[in-house]
């Protein structure tokens, strides 16, 4: 017998209160692009399980159950994550970058009310597929003016009414933590144009030196061949820089709306780049500088602008899986959820990694918190 849609939202508030791309492809849609990432971006050797010591000794009240909202559609016991049973078949489409993402956006929406900025598709492989990207971005809408690209709608294919943004989707529930899970929630914003690039969807050999590449600092090595570096490492990617381990950059803020016109800074972008095969070195006809009045005159004032812009962003996770997982796989993504969007440092077994708090530098957040008024 099914049990109406409105006892679920009814039991899950109850509960509550109770306890107090190195390739950019376009998808065949219109005015829809998917950054799709093929470099190692996640990060593996920080990957550790949580430290003992970043846990609260207290007692904690007992968990609520998981709540099922259909037969293999169900809301994990933290309520930070939805779990949808597939197919074997189903399932492994999204392996092999075949995957049904509206199928899975449709069905977030037959339970869930359109209150997510964000809906992020996880699978649970234990190794990275072969061939397949470490994360892909597909953009729902534009509705920001003066990054480069037309404002455009395309949410309802989803089945969102207008809030969607992204869906993203990465095959291992660890690049959470280790990225590229900060790369592709920046793809929202950016690079669709705001400075010419080498690199389709990056940065490319540009100065940005930020979540989607670039280097930082450049030295001239003489006789058109220049040299990037990274944190004051030698060498640069021009699709990614280590995963969730570098913050948003300067022009990635702007992008945001987190930081106004005037702490824009110059941004140098290479001639016809090409890489020299040596680490960090590249070749390039000439270096052109853009200014922030040049960026800005290009593609108008950033609308809606600094101070007005979105700072407090909501997401819905949907864990892909053919059957049961193991609950240590479910302690583990809850921690790294909750470290994610902690407003502040995350853990310490975090190592040098970055959360959504501290890549914007304090400015923005991110919440997976499902609360019974999200549910339909």
């Known amino acids: 017998m099914n049990t109406p849609k409105s006892y679920f939202a009814f039991t899950l508030f109850f509960m509550l209160s109770v306890l107090v791309i190195s390739c950019s492809t376009e998808e065949v849609m219109p005015d829809t692009e998917a950054e799709n990432e093929m470099t190692d971006t996640s990060g593996e050797n920080n990957e550790n399980t949580d430290d003992p010591d970043d846990s609260d000794s207290s007692e904690e009240p007992e968990a609520p159950s998981t709540l099922t909202l259909e037969d293999g559609f169900t809301i994990d016991e933290a309520y930070q994550f939805t779990n949808l ?15 049904d993402m509206r199928m899975v956006t449709n069905k977030v929406y037959e339970y869930f009310n359109d209150d997510f900025d964000f809906i992020i ?18 953009p729902a809408q534009n509705d920001i003016e003066g990054l480069g690209r037309d404002i455009w709608d395309n949410t309802a294919a989803f089945g969102s009414s207008g809030k969607l943004k992204t869906v993203i989707h990465m095959p291992r529930a660890e690049y959470i933590r280790n990225g590229p899970f900060l790369h592709e929630i920046q793809h929202y914003w950016t690079n669709h144009g705001i400075i010419p690039t080498a690199a389709g ?48 950059a300067n022009l990635e803020l702007y992008a945001m709306g987190l930081i106004g016109p005037d702490e824009l800074e110059s941004v140098i972008v290479a001639e016809n780049p090409a890489s020299t095969g040596e680490f960090g070195v590249f070749t390039a006809d000439a270096l052109t500088t853009y200014t922030a009045s040049n960026i800005i005159a290009e593609h108008g004032d950033r609308v809606p602008s600094y101070g007005n812009a979105q700072t407090e962003f909501k997401a ?61």
């Not at 049973?85 to 995957?99: A, Q, T």
């Not at 598709?121 to 597909?138: F, M, R, W």
């Not at 996770?317 to 440092?345: H, I, R, Y």
């Open 85 to 99: 049973i597939l197919s074997e078949s189903e399932y492994n489409k999204f392996l092999v970058d075949e995957g």
């Open 201 to 248: 969807g990056h940065w490319g050999y540009s100065n940005v030196g930020g979540q989607l590449g670039g280097f930082e600092e450049i030295e001239d090595l003489g006789n058109g061949r220049y040299r990037g570096s990274v944190g004051g490492e030698v060498g640069f990617g021009t699709v990614a820089n280590g995963g969730n381990s570098v913050p948003y």
């Open 316 to 376: 819905l996770v949907v864990v892909l899986s053919t059957g049961a997982v193991p609950q240590d796989t479910w302690d583990t993504l809850n921690s790294n959820l909750e470290n994610f969007a902690k407003q502040g440092n995350p853990a310490s077994s975090w190592g040098n990694l970055y959360n959504f708090w501290t890549a914007t530098g304090g400015r923005a957040s991110f919440s997976f918190e499902i609360v019974g008024g999200n549910i339909k």
């Open 121 to 138: 598709i996880l699978n649970v492989e234990d190794s990275q597929p072969n061939n397949l990207y470490y994360g892909l971005s597909t």
